[in-house]
């Protein structure tokens, strides 16, 4: 998974990891200084990982584990192993990492057809007015209002007017992540 800094690629990962596997095992390659090192002096993906197994106390359950490398940028080769990490099949891997495909140049090879790179950005302010609990009907009215080039009502226009703020605010201060703008939508600033 590719996609700017802090936008919930880790937390929409974990998320999977945590409701699909009875295992999550996460390694941050940029965090975690020795397990870049450790991981770097594979010589295969057997060795790759054994070495996993040697970083986590978190158990490795065939089928039902899901690995998850962050910031995967910070070690290219690791890419390298995919292919063969995903052919093993005892595993399930997801790699992700900030500017991903722009940093794979020290990579020997991308594994065509094991991998699927997925690109997420930040939420823009639908997706906020969803999170927020925004009403569909709410949403409608203003992509009518604006196809028909008609002005929105003023109470409707004050009212998202404050969401905007809000959102402008969340999305600058803290990059627009899924968690914050889920934390939004138990707390409502204004009703509609």
Same mark, same amino acid.
């Given at each position: 998974?590719?996609?700017?800094?802090?936008?919930?690629?880790?937390?929409?990962?974990?998320? $999977?990891?945590?409701?699909?596997?009875?295992?999550?095992? @996460?390694?941050?390659?940029?965090?975690?200084? @020795?397990?870049?090192?450790?991981?770097?002096?594979?010589?295969? *993906?057997?060795?790759?990982?054994?070495?996993? =197994? /040697? $970083?986590?106390?978190?158990?490795?359950?065939?089928?039902?584990?899901? %690995?998850?490398?962050?910031?995967?940028?910070?070690?290219?080769?690791?890419?390298?192993?995919?292919?063969?990490?995903?052919?093993?099949?005892?595993?399930?891997? *997801?790699? /992700?990492?900030?500017?991903?495909?722009?940093?794979?140049?020290?990579?020997?090879?991308?594994? =065509?057809?094991?991998?699927?790179?997925?690109?997420?950005? !930040?939420?823009?302010?639908?997706?906020?007015?969803?999170?927020?609990?925004?009403?569909?009907?709410?949403?409608?009215?203003?992509?009518? /209002?604006?196809?028909?080039?008609?002005?929105?009502?003023?109470?409707?226009? @004050?009212?998202?007017?404050?969401?905007?703020?809000?959102?402008? %605010? %969340?999305?600058?201060?803290?990059?627009?992540? !899924?968690?914050?703008?889920? /934390?939004?939508?138990?707390?409502?600033?204004?009703?509609?």
């Amino acid at each position: 998974m590719t996609g700017a800094r802090q936008i919930g690629k880790s937390y929409l990962i974990r998320y $999977l990891g945590e409701t699909e596997y009875t295992s999550l095992v @996460e390694i941050n390659l940029l965090n975690d200084k @020795e397990a870049k090192r450790v991981l770097a002096e594979a010589q295969n *993906a057997q060795d790759f990982i054994n070495r996993l =197994v /040697s $970083l986590t106390s978190k158990p490795f359950i065939e089928g039902d584990t899901l %690995v998850f490398i962050g910031e995967i940028q910070e070690l290219p080769d690791v890419i390298t192993y995919a292919k063969f990490l995903i052919e093993d099949g005892r595993y399930d891997y *997801a790699f /992700s990492g900030s500017m991903l495909g722009t940093e794979f140049n020290g990579a020997r090879s991308f594994p =065509v057809g094991y991998a699927e790179e997925i690109t997420m950005r !930040p939420l823009d302010f639908e997706e906020f007015c969803w999170a927020a609990n925004v009403p569909q009907s709410t949403l409608d009215t203003v992509w009518e /209002s604006f196809d028909l080039r008609r002005p929105l009502a003023d109470y409707l226009h @004050e009212n998202l007017l404050v969401r905007w703020r809000t959102y402008l %605010v %969340v999305s600058s201060t803290l990059h627009g992540t !899924p968690r914050c703008a889920l /934390s939004r939508s138990t707390t409502p600033t204004t009703s509609f």
